[in-house]
């Protein structure tokens, strides 16, 4: 049986005469701090999600009895609060119902790191799996992204927009090879990224400002529902959705415990939760990003650290990481971790004091600073690790799974194109890849 045997390197896995693999040391383990000040940084960490903090929740009543609309929406992520938003803006006299099985934006759309991209995938794999559509693909993405920041600017959400982009990082000489020959955005070599964002591990960096903004997340689901339901939607939280079938004369009924409603055509908004389609739990794998925040930095600690220019941080090195500012200046960071629970996540210790021991090598100089919040989520990845959408139940049911860790802006997109489809309006683009 192969083992796995750390070596010092880029590249790939190699496998060595005995038939092990050889993995190389990421820079996070050449880098590896003392574990007690990570044990430190962690010893008052909340297990709650920072972007709820301070929100005000306005409660929706349960689904209750039985009720007939247009158009039924499961599911009050940012794609079903999307759907809801869109499908009223395009039909004002539509009845538009939104079923939640807990609150609005429990699931990931509260979670998430706020990064905005114009990316609908993994950028690799859609390269190489959608050759001849990807051009397209990433100008549909572009477009999207400057669509969401005109919707939140039309629908007054205070979602604390910062178009501050993202910068890859680089740690090593093949990262810096890759890093420079990539076409588009503002280049650093090793001073000036180090200039730019002090890490001492940082050897370049590229910064495209066209392809993220940074949100607050938290504040954009309880915006978006407050826009829908001014617009006259209408949401039922503690409404799961047990049962979605076809009812003699064409309607489709969803069932809760409580309640159905009957319409024409339903939106099946509920990414990494148990699929309500059979065919589609046989589609997606999840995985489990970690979250954590620091306490606010303080102006001096803020001063060592750089980053005046707010940037999204990436890592080339694992592609895992995450990093950024929230508007009082804690540092968010990230990681994503496969494979993990097939539906929900765990909170497992391990992936924490990964991310602070990760956190501590990138920036040092922060030692003593604390964690403030941790929290996790489900990412729903497909095996073609791009997002995807259908039609089921006579072309009535729309689905869309699978954002990969990139649905804060393709949540948008997507709910267009469900939309689209469930009205029988056709794009340029064929269905079954994300631009539908
Ligand atoms: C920890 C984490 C970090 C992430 N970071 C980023 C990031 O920085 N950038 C990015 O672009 N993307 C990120 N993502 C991905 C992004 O958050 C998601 O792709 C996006 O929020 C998906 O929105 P959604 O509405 O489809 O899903 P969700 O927000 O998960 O909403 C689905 C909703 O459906 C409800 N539901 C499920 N089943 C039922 C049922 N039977 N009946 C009724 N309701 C039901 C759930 O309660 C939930 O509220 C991250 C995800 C996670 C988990």
């Known amino acids: 049986m192969s083992r796995l045997t750390a070596t010092v390197g880029g590249g790939p896995p190699k496998p060595c005469e005995s038939g092990d693999v050889v993995r190389r040391q990421t820079v996070f383990e050449r880098h590896m701090p003392d574990a007690r000040a990570v044990a430190h940084s962690l010893s008052d960490t909340d297990h709650r999600v920072f972007w709820l903090d301070g929100i005000e929740a306005v409660a929706y009543e349960p689904l209750q009895g039985g009720t007939r609309g247009d158009l039924t929406i499961v599911g009050a992520g940012h794609t079903g609060l999307w759907a809801a938003v869109q499908a009223k803006r395009r039909d004002p006299s539509a009845r538009v119902v939104l079923l939640e099985s807990g609150l609005v934006g429990s699931g990931a759309s509260v979670r998430n790191g706020g990064f905005a991209e114009s ?41 604390e927009i910062e178009p501050t982009g993202i910068l ?75 049962g979605v079938d076809t009812q003699a004369g064409g309607a489709v009924r969803v069932r809760t415990a409580s309640g159905h409603v009957d319409s024409q055509q339903v939106a099946l908004c509920t990414n990494a939760f148990r699929p309500l389609l059979h065919r589609a739990r046989y589609l997606r794998a999840s995985a489990n990003e970690y979250l954590m925040t620091t306490e606010p930095l303080t102006d001096e600690q803020l001063a060592s650290v750089g980053w005046r220019n707010r940037q999204g941080l990436v890592d080339m090195d694992t592609h895992v990481h995450r990093a950024r500012l929230t508007a009082d200046n804690r540092i968010l960071c990230a990681a994503m971790h496969l494979p993990q629970r097939r539906f929900g996540y765990s909170f497992a210790p391990e992936p924490f004091t990964s991310l602070a021991s990760s956190f501590m090598a990138t920036f040092p100089q922060l030692e003593g600073v604390r964690f403030s919040h941790r929290w996790a989520g489900a990412i729903d990845t497909l095996n073609q690790s791009f997002a995807f959408n259908g039609l089921a139940h006579s072309r009535s049911v729309a689905h869309a799974d699978g954002f990969a860790g990139r649905g804060v802006a393709g949540s948008r997109l997507v709910a267009g194109i469900m939309l689209k489809h469930l009205y029988g309006q056709t794009t340029p683009t064929r269905r079954g890849s994300v631009a539908g």
């Open 119 to 159: 990316s609908l995938g993994d950028h690799g794999d859609g390269r190489r799996r959608w050759p001849h559509e990807f051009e397209a693909l990433e100008r549909v993405g572009l477009e999207n992204l400057c669509g969401l920041e005109r919707d939140i600017c039309d629908l007054g959400i205070d979602a």
């Open 168 to 242: 890859s990082v680089a740690y090593d000489a093949d990262q810096v090879r890759r890093l420079k020959q990539a076409e588009h955005g503002f280049w650093y070599d090793a001073d000036s990224i180090r200039s730019e964002i002090a890490s001492p591990i940082f050897r370049a960096g590229r910064w495209r400002t066209d392809v993220c903004v940074l949100v607050n997340p938290g504040k954009l689901s309880t915006g978006l529902a407050r826009a829908a339901t001014e617009l006259g939607v209408v949401i039922h939280e503690q409404s799961a959705v047990t």
